[in-house]
């Protein structure tokens, strides 16, 4: 795009020359006047003597009475006549005028004093005496000058002179300052006109160029949506395939139809993307949304009835293997997940995130696997919720994608997600996930293998698991020293089932959630024991055990070494 110069250049010449022309004319004029008026003003009474007969008693001076003029120090005028029609013109320069009257007339009217004054120059009348009359830097303008006698006050004899301004300040001096005003005014509103459709035409642009980016994000993000559309058919052909190869008998007929309905399924995505075209782009992926049946199913899955069981949320007959919750909208999807996980694992099944995050929260599952196309909320939010509840926030996920950028992974762990697999995925690669990220729980495990007491005093956790930390402390310090305090209070006190509480606590620590009491218990016990003179009995009841031989079986079991035992060692160590 061209920018216009602020004002063109053709205008600022046609300026100069005017300019330079008013220069020119201003002093010829000028000098025209200066020569043309003299000669006229005075050609009647030039060289003319003063005559005082003129005098009369009904007039003082007569039009023909004579002075002398010095201006600037050169006398230009001697014995001119008052009164004459033509003022005379002087330059701006010429404005120090000395007025001298002709000789012997202040003998004839000696009865008489005279009185004068600069009409556009004095306010007020002076009398006159034999000395002239002088005015120095007359500003430019029109004046006359006024003589008259005092016992004559009618009779008033004026004589009138222009200084005229320099070319500078003359009329046409202004005219083309105001035509320079003008065009320069002109020139901005012009410029700033231009400048407003030029911003307007940017603003156009750029609103213009946001328009046609959100277009291409939306479509990007569309084409994203419909790619897990085939992805997810894909996925379930090509893991199909593989399952029918590795074992024929059980997966070839049920495999084969899943095949043959994945595959219908993408000839029709194929048939609608022509029609994409004539659509907005946030109306693609309702256009390609498989529409479901009553069960939350994809009408065109036409599974059987002991299928439709195995996806509609309840365990595996199997009790053998960590718990793993599949969350996703596909049935065939999920349905493949189960053919090769359901093994090793007891698998439970939900359809979108919030009966995910729902079942998660009652199951307490080992490790949850979820597709990132969920309905009703996303997959980071899904991901979000799980660990920032108490009950689910040691859990990990695996997220099932179709986008294998690197900052939609980075997205993904940062809600808490732990793997990602890109669709069509490699059942061999989930399965190492699967046993990498239990093996990383395992490690946990053997981190507090001695007991509750390393998690309950390890800062090292996340907020949610902090969060569970600090409320089992809170609970244990205020109740273990009630006998009739149990498990069942402690998982009251922490708004969990005793089933949730077990998992939750079991999946951290490895061990069975009612030793979790029991080990507080006798943790404080030793502690008495190295730190009071109280005897074991009473030990055993400030720590809430009913019975000393009960205390001291379970004290023995938890550290090798009675209790007493314990106290003399701690003594002969301090000594």
């Keep these: 795009m061209v920018l216009h110069r602020t004002t063109p250049t053709y205008f600022w010449k046609f300026m100069l020359l005017t300019f330079s022309i008013l220069f020119l004319l201003d002093t010829a004029i000028s000098q025209a006047s200066s020569n043309q008026y003299l000669p006229n003003f005075f050609e009647k009474t030039n060289q003319q003597q003063f005559d005082g007969n003129r005098f009369g008693n009904n007039q003082l001076l007569s039009s023909q009475d004579l002075f002398s003029l010095t201006v600037n120090g050169r006398k230009m005028v001697q014995n001119a006549a008052l009164g004459s029609k033509n003022p005379l013109r002087l330059r701006h320069q010429e404005n120090t005028l000395v007025f001298e009257f002709a000789d012997g007339i202040f003998e004839k009217v000696r009865n008489t004093n005279l009185r004068y004054r600069l009409k556009g120059f004095d306010e007020n009348w ?3 005496s034999e000395h002239p009359v002088r005015y120095t830097h007359l500003p430019t303008g029109k004046y006359t000058f006024q003589l008259m006698a005092l016992d004559q006050p009618m009779q008033l004899t004026e004589w009138s002179f222009d200084i005229r301004p320099p070319w500078w300040a003359s009329r046409w001096a202004y005219l083309f300052y105001t035509m320079i005003a003008v065009g320069v005014l002109g020139a901005f509103l012009l410029q700033r006109r231009r400048q407003q459709h030029l911003m307007l035409e940017l603003e156009q642009e750029h609103q213009e160029a946001e328009r046609l980016k959100g277009v291409v994000d939306e479509k990007s993000k569309c084409y994203t ?4 559309e085939f992805r997810s058919p894909l996925t379930v052909i090509l893991g199909m395939v593989k399952q029918i190869k590795d074992d024929p008998k059980v997966w ?3 495999g084969m139809q899943m095949i043959e309905r994945n595959g219908r399924s993408l000839l029709q995505l194929v048939k609608q993307m022509p029609n994409l075209s004539k659509l907005e782009p946030r109306e693609w992926t309702e256009e390609l949304s498989p529409t479901e049946d009553e069960n939350g199913l ?4 036409n599974l059987s009835v002991t299928s439709k069981k195995k996806l509609a949320g309840t365990a595996q007959p199997s009790t053998i293997g960590p718990i793993l919750l599949l969350v996703a909208n596909n049935s065939d999807l999920l349905r493949y997940l189960q053919s090769f996980l359901s093994e090793k694992y007891q698998i439970e099944v939900a359809f979108d995130a919030r009966k995910g995050l729902k079942r998660a929260i009652e199951l307490v599952p ?7 196309m969920l309905s009703g909320v996303d997959s980071a ?21 179709q986008n294998e950028d690197a900052s939609c ?5 940062e809600y808490g997600a732990d793997a990602y697999l890109t669709k069509p995925f490699d059942k061999e690669e989930m399965l190492v ?9 395992k490690t946990l495990h053997r981190r507090y293998s001695n007991g509750l007491e390393p998690f309950l005093n390890d800062e090292q956790h996340s907020p949610a698991e902090d969060e569970l930390r600090k409320n089992l402390l809170e609970v244990l310090g205020e109740h273990y020293t009630e006998e009739n305090f149990d498990i069942t209070e402690i998982c009251r006190a922490l708004n969990m089932s005793r089933a949730q509480c077990y998992r939750k606590i079991s999946a951290l620590t490895g061990e069975p959630v009612a030793h979790l009491l029991q080990g507080y218990r006798l943790g404080k016990a030793k502690g008495l024991l190295l730190t009071s003179s109280l005897s074991i009995s009473q030990v055993a009841l400030e720590v809430g055990f009913k019975n000393l031989a009960h205390f001291s079986r379970c004290f023995h079991q938890k550290y090798g070494i009675s209790a007493s035992g314990y106290r003399k060692r701690a003594a002969l160590t301090n000594v």
């Design 225 to 228: 949506d419909i790619s897990n």
């Design 366 to 372: 080992d490790i949850v696997i979820s597709d990132t």
């Design 252 to 254: 070839y007929s049920e």
């Design 433 to 441: 996930w699967l046993r990498k990220l239990l093996t990383l729980r």
């Design 409 to 413: 992974r980075i997205d993904g762990q």
């Design 381 to 401: 939010e899904f991901c979000e919720m799980l660990k920032k509840e108490e009950r689910t926030c040691h859990v990990p996920i695996i997220l099932l994608t």
């Design 126 to 128: 002076a009398e006159t």
């Design 298 to 301: 994809p009408s065109e899955a």
